[in-house]
């Protein structure tokens, strides 16, 4: 055993320490020789105890982790969800959110450093200057709650993926406000007339579509999304099979809004009756098969605009605003219509299991949650005055 110290270079000023044990030679370069001195001691202390770790090739130095940030998990948890068949409309609404709001206020935050407090101050600024589109305004409360919930599952992402240990969404104390649905404010079947009417005066391919949908009850984008195809002329009834969103077609919103229905319905009638009628599909079969623009392919779209496509969102709301003020009716958006037929069919004292088949809602929960009012004048309309089930029993006239 042997440890020395010399200069390998006499007058170099560089001092080094040998290390011999058992034919085993190590050596380690100082720089003066009080430090080679004092290293040698150390070395002389650990040779003597059998320690013969100085001989040993030194470690590899530990490998850099990069630490995750939220971006980055962003990107790849979009990247999945696009990659898993997701839908489109959803699809587009989860990248809008991490494009205009996530990424740009945690940019490359580290996932470990974003916290409760962190997220609370985000949902404020949302609510106070949140707004893109507007700079300086805020935005409206479903769409703040729409933007955290996607916040939460880049989070919960991360937690599977082992990159946190627990999202911290569970301890933000503000996230959500109570939402208060307005009323159904639904038009009367004077109303969709004259809607329908002056519908006429603008598009005849327009009043019909407008006709159909207050006929079925169907979603805006179920109804730009039918094909020929889907059609029973002579049934009176249509296939709801897909939708028609953000300029491409997708699956229906869920499992049950894929539905056979009739469009026989009287709900422009001033009729007491709810249920489907012959006359009123054989006329609504006319006028489908008079459409003024007809494509040549059955599988697709129904209702051609005048610019050859499809109906979008923006182009039927832009006819539909002309066509009510044309009516002097005051203005609802479309999508009224679907809440109309329920309203009109329930007040006739049609099935609720009926109606909730025919709109596509998931759940008669729904109807009898949001719809009671209109289910209360069918019940009294079908019992006589001063009977008991009736609302306004006990009332003096």
Same mark, same amino acid.
Do not use: N
């Given at each position: ?5 010399? $200069?390998?270079? @006499? ?23 009080? /430090? ?7 070395? @002389? ?11 040993? +090739? ?7 982790? =990069? ?6 998990? &962003? ?6 969800? =696009? ?20 990424? %740009? ?14 997220? $609370? ?27 955290? =919930? ?31 649905? +307005?009323?159904?404010? %639904? ?47 002579? /049934? ?45 599909? &054989? ?67 049609? +099935?609720?299991?009926?109606? =909730? ?24 309309? /079908? ?13 003096? %006239?």
């Amino acid at each position: 055993m042997g440890v020395t110290v010399r $200069e390998k270079v @006499r007058g170099s000023g560089i001092w080094w320490v040998f290390a011999s044990e058992g034919g085993r030679r190590k050596s380690k370069r100082l720089g003066s020789k009080k /430090a080679a001195d004092q290293f040698a001691d150390r070395v @002389r202390v650990q040779l003597a105890d059998g320690d013969l770790r100085v001989f040993e +090739p030194p470690a590899p130095p530990a490998p850099v982790v =990069a630490v995750p940030t939220f971006g980055a998990f &962003a990107s790849r948890w979009l990247e999945r969800h =696009a990659a898993s068949g997701g839908r489109h409309g959803s699809h587009a609404i989860f990248a809008s959110a991490i494009t205009h709001h996530l990424r %740009p206020y945690f940019a490359d935050r580290a996932l470990s450093t974003i916290s409760p407090s962190l997220i $609370e101050d985000f949902i404020s600024h949302l609510r106070t200057r949140g707004s893109v589109r507007y700079p300086g305004k805020g935005l409206s409360e479903v769409s703040v709650q729409s933007i955290v =919930a996607v916040l939460g599952r880049v989070l919960r992402f991360a937690v599977r993926e082992k990159a946190i240990a627990a999202s911290p969404m569970g301890d933000v104390e503000f996230g959500q406000r109570r939402r208060i649905s +307005p009323d159904p404010d %639904p038009f009367l079947p004077a109303e969709i007339r004259k809607i329908i009417a002056a519908a006429r005066e603008l598009d005849m391919d327009a009043a019909v579509l407008f006709e159909l949908w207050a006929r079925t009850g169907a979603r805006a984008g179920e109804i730009t999304a039918l094909r020929p195809m889907d059609l029973d002329y002579d /049934a009176g009834t249509v296939w709801i099979r897909q939708t028609y969103s953000r300029g491409r077609v997708g699956p229906t919103k869920t499992a049950k809004s894929t539905r056979r229905i009739s469009f026989g319905c009287p709900i422009l009638e001033d009729v007491a009756d709810w249920r489907p009628r012959p006359e009123v599909a &054989a006329a609504m079969s006319t006028r489908l098969r008079q459409l003024k623009r007809v494509g040549l392919d059955p599988s697709g779209p129904l209702f051609i605009s005048p610019g050859g496509t499809a109906w979008s969102s923006s182009s039927v709301s832009l006819i539909w605003r002309r066509a009510l003020a044309r009516a002097g009716v005051r203005f609802r958006v479309g999508e009224v219509l679907r809440h109309s037929m329920a309203s009109i069919l329930l007040a006739r004292s049609a +099935p609720v299991t009926f109606v =909730a088949r025919q709109g596509g809602w998931s759940s008669a929960v729904v109807l009898l949650s949001v719809y009671a009012a209109w289910i209360e004048q069918g019940a009294d309309a /079908a019992a006589p005055q001063g009977h008991p089930d009736r609302a306004d029993a006990g009332q003096t %006239p």
